[in-house]
């Protein structure tokens, strides 16, 4: 007998296509925004004070994003999942639907949780959407919570949902290869967020090394401390490692100087000397 269940890859195309669609509406908005406060910048004068209003700035505009984002996604799947085709466009692309446990249309508010219930697969990186390939019945995790069913779009209702095998070697091995995933994404986060002190200091260095007449006092800026000694530049880095980094005159190539704390390696720019 042919189960009426779509399975992974079918239901991952769709989704492509969802997200897409999705993020046209806060792009359409947040563009504009984004070129607004570009322009607001330039007219700041150099310094800590246009680093502090660009920070603020950027802040602003993310939580508008993801406001956005969120109420997007939410009209989007709850109106159209709710809907006589019962399917966002994706679906419908891919001539699938979305019914309950009795092979009906869903109402907005079940399709309004179920949209909320997508946070949960998303947490769990992605691990609630693999287990539509590897669960009874198809049903990503989102589909476990609120009793949903993803089905062809030529089933109709009082036509029996019957059960599947679930395939849990299979969900074992994917949840490892993306848990693996994650956890290399999240290090090579953090690597690049800890590298960013010392290379935004690295390419200040250089920009204040080439002003005309040079510095004399030490400056500080964003916490770092620029200054000149008799055999080149150097910046004292604010980054919680005792990061110390040096220009040569005439140099264009900052490097590290190692001391006993600190992390040059963590900084992406070579030890000097080496």
């Given at each position: 007998m042919?189960?009426?269940?779509?399975?992974?890859f079918?239901?991952?195309?769709?989704?492509i296509?969802?997200?897409?669609l999705?993020?046209?509406?806060?792009?359409?908005i947040?563009?504009p925004?984004?070129?607004?406060?570009?322009?607001?910048?330039?007219q700041?004068?150099?310094?800590?004070?246009?680093?502090?209003?660009?920070?603020?700035?950027?802040?602003?505009?993310?939580?508008?994003w993801q406001?956005l984002?969120?109420i997007t996604?939410?009209?989007?799947?709850?109106?159209?999942?709710s809907?006589?085709?019962q399917a966002?466009?994706?679906?419908?692309?891919?001539?699938i639907?979305v019914?309950d446990?009795?092979?009906?249309?869903?109402?907005?508010?079940?399709?309004t949780?179920?949209?909320?219930?997508?946070?949960?697969?998303?947490?769990?990186f992605?691990?609630?959407?693999i287990?539509a390939?590897?669960?009874k019945?198809?049903?990503?995790?989102?589909d476990?919570?609120?009793?949903?069913?993803?089905?062809h779009?030529?089933?109709?209702?009082?036509?029996?949902?019957?059960d599947?095998?679930?395939?849990?070697?299979?969900m074992g091995?994917?949840t490892?290869i993306f848990?693996?995933?994650?956890?290399?994404?999240?290090?090579?986060n953090?690597?690049?967020?800890?590298?960013?002190p010392a290379?935004e200091?690295a390419a200040r260095?250089?920009e204040?090394?080439k002003t005309?007449?040079?510095?004399?006092?030490?400056?500080?800026?964003?916490?770092?401390i620029?200054?000149?000694?008799?055999d080149g530049y150097?910046?004292?880095?604010?980054?919680?490692?005792?990061?110390t980094?040096?220009?040569?005159?005439?140099?264009t190539?900052?490097?590290?100087?190692?001391?006993?704390?600190?992390?040059?390696k963590?900084t992406?720019?070579p030890?000097?000397g080496?």
């Open positions: 042919k189960t009426p269940y779509i399975g992974f079918r239901r991952a195309a769709a989704f296509i969802d997200n897409l999705v993020a046209i509406p806060p792009l359409i947040c563009l925004l984004a070129a607004w406060q570009a322009h607001l910048w330039a700041l004068p150099a310094g800590e004070t246009q680093n502090i209003a660009q920070m603020s700035m950027l802040i602003i505009l993310y939580i508008v406001l984002s969120a996604f939410w009209l989007y799947a709850a109106f159209l999942e809907s006589a085709k966002t466009l994706g679906k419908m692309l891919l001539r639907k019914v446990e009795k092979g009906q249309r869903i109402s907005f508010l079940r399709a949780g179920r949209a909320l219930a997508k946070v949960l697969s998303y947490a769990t992605y691990i609630g959407f287990m390939g590897c669960t019945r198809k049903r990503a995790l989102h476990m919570i609120v009793q949903t069913y993803v089905v779009r030529d089933y109709q209702p009082g036509e029996e949902l019957p599947t095998p679930s395939h849990p070697i299979w091995i994917w490892f848990v693996c995933l994650a956890g290399w994404t999240l290090w090579m953090w690597q690049e967020a800890a590298a960013a290379q200091a260095l250089v204040l090394s005309k007449p040079p510095f004399t006092s030490p400056l500080r800026e964003d916490g770092n620029y200054f000149r000694h008799a150097r910046v004292a880095v604010d980054d919680g490692y005792n990061t980094l040096f220009l040569p005159y005439g140099g190539d900052v490097c590290c100087e190692q001391h006993a704390s600190t992390k040059c963590a992406g720019i030890v000097c080496k």
